[in-house]
T-cell receptor, first 114, second 115 residues
Framework: AQSVTQLGSHVSVSEGALVLLRCNYS??????LFWYVQYPNQGLQLLLK??????LVKGINGFEAEFKKSETSFHLTKPSAHMSDAAEYFC????????????FGKGTTLSVSS | KAGVTQTPRYLIKTRGQQVTLSCSPISGHRSVSWYQQTPGQGLQFLFE???????NKGNFPGRFSGRQFSNSRSEMNVSTLELGDSALYLCASCRGGEDGGNIQYFGAGTRLSVL
C-alpha cells in the first residue's frame, strides 16, 4: 500500500529564510505526487504536482519541489519565506491514473516570524 | 468559474442520527471525491464518484455512503452517527479522465459536530 510521510509536524522560519518541508513516499509504481496548502477554515489549494517528465516542479507563490526517485522524496522548498506562507502543508500521492483517491501525509504547519 | 460548493458549512447532530452533506462540483467536472479531516487521523479518503459510479473507495465502515447525480452533484450520508464522526468533510472535484494527474479542486468543507 502506498503511504506518505511528512517529517516534522511543525516548521518555524524567519521571514526571508529558506523554507524546506520534507515528504517521503512509498509506492510500488511511478506515483503522482502533490503538495497542497490549507489556510485556517478553508479547503485545500494545490501548490504543485508531479506526474512525469521534469523532476523539478515549479508551483504557485514561488514554491517548487524536486522528485527524487532514488530517495523516494518530494520535498517542497521556497527560497524566501513570506508572512503569508504561514499555513498547513500536505504532501499527497495518488495510487491511480486519474490522480484521485489521494493519500495524504499528516501535514506540516509552517510558522513564519518577522 | 464557480468553485466547489459544499453545503451546509456547519452541522451539529447527536449520536445515532444520520446526516447528508452536499457537494456541487466545478462545471464540467465529472469526478467528485470525499475526504474526512480530523486532528487525530488527518486527511483520509472516503470515496470517489465518476459519472454516477463509485470508482474508488477508502477504508471506512458502511455507515458512510455516497452517490452522484447525473449533473455530477454529489451527496454523502453518514448513518448512526458516532462521536468520532466529528470532523471536517471535504469534497473535491476534477475532470476525472485517466490521463494522469488530474488536479482536484477542494471545497471549503462541512464541519460536522456530533454531540
Amino acid at each position: 500500500a502506498q503511504s506518505v510521510t511528512q517529517l516534522g509536524s511543525h516548521v518555524s522560519v524567519s521571514e526571508g529564510a529558506l523554507v524546506l518541508l520534507r515528504c517521503n513516499y512509498s509506492s510500488s509504481v511511478p506515483p503522482y505526487l502533490f503538495w497542497y496548502v490549507q489556510y485556517p477554515n478553508q479547503g485545500l489549494q494545490l501548490l504543485l504536482k508531479y506526474t512525469t517528465g521534469a523532476t523539478l516542479v515549479k508551483g504557485i507563490n514561488g514554491f517548487e519541489a524536486e522528485f527524487k526517485k532514488s530517495e523516494t522524496s518530494f520535498h517542497l522548498t521556497k527560497p524566501s519565506a513570506h508572512m503569508s506562507d504561514a499555513a498547513e502543508y500536505f504532501c499527497a500521492v495518488s495510487p491511480n491514473q486519474a490522480g484521485t483517491a489521494l493519500i495524504f501525509g499528516k501535514g506540516t504547519t509552517l510558522s513564519v516570524s518577522s | 468559474k464557480a468553485g466547489v460548493t459544499q453545503t451546509p458549512r456547519y452541522l451539529i447532530k447527536t449520536r445515532g442520527q444520520q446526516v447528508t452533506l452536499s457537494c456541487s462540483p466545478i462545471s464540467g467536472h465529472r469526478s467528485v471525491s470525499w475526504y474526512q479531516q480530523t486532528p487525530g487521523q488527518g486527511l483520509q479518503f472516503l470515496f470517489e464518484y465518476f459519472s454516477e459510479t463509485q470508482r474508488n473507495k477508502g477504508n471506512f465502515p458502511g455507515r458512510f455512503s455516497g452517490r452522484q447525480f447525473s449533473n455530477s452533484r454529489s451527496e454523502m450520508n453518514v448513518s448512526t452517527l458516532e462521536l468520532g464522526d466529528s470532523a471536517l468533510y471535504l469534497c473535491a472535484s476534477c475532470r476525472g479522465g485517466e490521463d494522469g494527474g488530474n488536479i482536484q479542486y477542494f471545497g471549503a468543507g462541512t464541519r460536522l459536530s456530533v454531540l
